[in-house]
């Protein structure tokens, strides 16, 4: 027994020794950027452009996607290069329906609602909302600073976009500084001035060309710019008074402290869409109708000589030499021909591109891509859903950015203009209406499902209806007057409206229902 407790121990020592782990040591592994935060910068931009002559210049000197189709030269491809204009129409349509459902800017305070009116007046903010959103949904981000120039009255809003901004973070994520840039050249070179805004405080600092500091005095435009600090009335730096505002939808994954382009990631995709659309137009270029003439058939001269050069009959006409006609066939016959175009397989291959280029951020229903027969207005909005989602996230982003930027224009305006310092605590709403929202009569419909049953709070129910529609206040009454009716054990489903609903079905659903009957 002995023997086999010795073999035993020694059986376990030898598995032991050989479950012994070693940890592998860490391998340093460099993965360099393909692209700068400004040269990604410019290459959205020049997507959004939409100019082939630009997409190929830029393409051709990037060594960023080698193989890809913008990369190669024309000579390569030996194909016209055309282009399908499709992120230019993903960025106009997502900004024209953001803003074309923005309702305005609400303020509690009327003084205050009235001043700002005047700003927004002065300021053409409805006009110029547009291509401040485009090119923060293109270049990923910018910023607006607020600009009190003793020429004029009221601020100015000016946009800045990412190309021209940076921005400096403390304690990880919290923005300290908007650093806006400007350009000038003069005998002396190129010069870059800095516009430090910060909280209580904004800096001006001049950099030549090899990124040094020098005088303000040496350029003429900023020669009389002086540093500015704003002091709250304790004679300490008002930290309230920040004259810029960062303007970004969403973060990015590549750069760490900016925004997120919408086209991000999408460059393969929109390569390709190009190269399917550029494949299928010289394929079609190339299947046109040809028409071989043997030679005894071509108009000739007195002389015998035929009266047109063979060139014009380059790609229409083809000289048939009666030597080189197959055996049986007619040589004096002018035979047609007309090439076969794949066009289910560059349907697929352009959906397959398409479908990436535009996944998780525009429904091909709202580019006016046909998916097929529609039946009823639940379809429609189904298909509408991924439009839905990003149109609601940039109104998010929208509207926080909106709600800060009046919130400082106000209140650097009263102490600035006005050398008064007002309560900060006045709320400022920036709304926007809801799109492709349920009817009334859909909201209805739901609505009947959690009344009996009392599954929501009134004070839910009543904002789920009414939304932005109504004011905090009228919504408080609102839930006040359903509270009182439902104690008295009479409450409809049609009280919770208090004004008139269209309860008719649709045109679309019914006339699908006729015909289906």
């Known amino acids: 027994m002995k023997f086999l407790d010795d073999l035993s121990e020694k059986l376990k020592d030898n598995i032991v020794r050989w479950l012994i782990l070693r940890k592998k040591d860490d391998q340093i592994i460099t993965i360099n950027n393909s692209l700068s935060l400004r040269e990604s910068q410019i290459k959205n931009k020049i997507w959004y452009r939409s100019q082939p002559g630009e997409i190929q210049e830029f393409w051709s000197q990037s060594s960023c996607y080698p193989s890809s189709f913008w990369n190669k030269s024309s ?4 194909i016209s290069k055309y282009h399908s204009s499709l992120p230019n129409r993903i960025v106009s349509l997502l900004s024209n329906i953001v803003i074309g459902d923005f309702e305005g800017i609400d303020i509690e305070d009327k003084e205050l609602q009235d001043l700002w009116d005047l700003i927004e007046k002065d ?3 409805f006009k110029n909302l547009y291509n401040w959103l485009t090119l923060m949904l293109v270049e990923g981000d910018g910023a607006i ?7 004029y009255e009221l601020p100015l809003l000016e946009y800045v976009e990412g190309l021209n901004v940076d921005f400096t973070y403390e304690c990880g994520t919290r923005l300290k500084e908007i650093i806006f840039k400007n350009y000038y050249k ?3 070179g ?6 430090i805004y910060g909280r209580g405080y904004i800096n001006y ?3 030549n060309s090899s990124k040094v500091e020098v005088p303000l005095d040496m350029v003429e435009e900023t020669k009389n710019l002086k540093d500015v600090v704003f002091y709250n009335e304790k004679g300490e730096i008002n930290k309230k008074i920040f004259l810029a505002v960062k303007c970004s939808i969403n973060d990015s994954a590549l750069f760490e402290g900016r925004g997120a382009s919408v086209y991000d990631g999408r460059d393969a995709a929109f390569d390709g869409v190009d190269m399917v659309l550029s494949t299928l137009m010289d394929s079609v270029s190339l299947s046109r109708l040809r028409t071989y003439i043997p030679s005894s058939l071509l108009p000739k001269d007195s002389n015998g000589n035929i009266l047109k050069n063979g060139k014009d009959y380059v790609n229409s006409y083809i000289k048939l030499d009666v030597g080189r006609v197959s055996t049986g066939e007619d040589a004096n016959k002018i035979t047609t021909v007309e090439g076969q175009i794949q066009v289910e397989k560059y349907k697929e291959a352009f959906r397959i591109y398409l479908s990436n280029a535009i996944e998780g951020l525009i429904s091909p229903a709202t580019l006016g891509i046909d998916e097929g027969v529609v039946t009823t207005a ?3 909005a189904e298909r509408e859903k991924v439009t839905l989602f990003t149109v609601n996230n940039i109104q998010d982003a929208l509207r926080s950015i909106l709600e800060e930027l009046v919130y400082k224009v106000l209140l650097s305006y009263n102490l600035i203009i006005n050398n008064k310092i007002i309560e900060d605590n006045f709320e400022v709403n920036a709304k926007f209406g809801q799109y492709a929202s349920p009817s009334f009569k859909e909201t209805l419909n739901t609505i009947k499902t959690v009344v009996p049953g009392q599954c929501l709070s009134w004070e839910k129910i009543v904002d789920e209806i009414w939304g932005n529609d109504m004011s ?5 009454l609102e839930v006040e007057r359903l509270k009182e009716i439902n104690n008295m054990g009479s409450l409809e489903v049609n009280d919770l409206f208090t004004e008139s609903v269209d309860t008719e079905e649709e045109p679309i659903e019914e006339e699908i229902i006729e015909e289906e009957a």
């Open 205 to 207: 600092r001049l950099y």
């Open 75 to 78: 000579e390569a491809y030996d």
């Open 472 to 476: 905090d206040e009228d919504k408080a």
């Open 123 to 125: 300021n053409t903010i």
């Open 186 to 188: 003069n005998d002396e």
């Open 378 to 380: 639940t379809e429609i």
């Open 190 to 195: 190129n010069f870059t001035l800095c516009s």
């Open 145 to 151: 600073r607020i600009v009190y120039n003793p020429d």
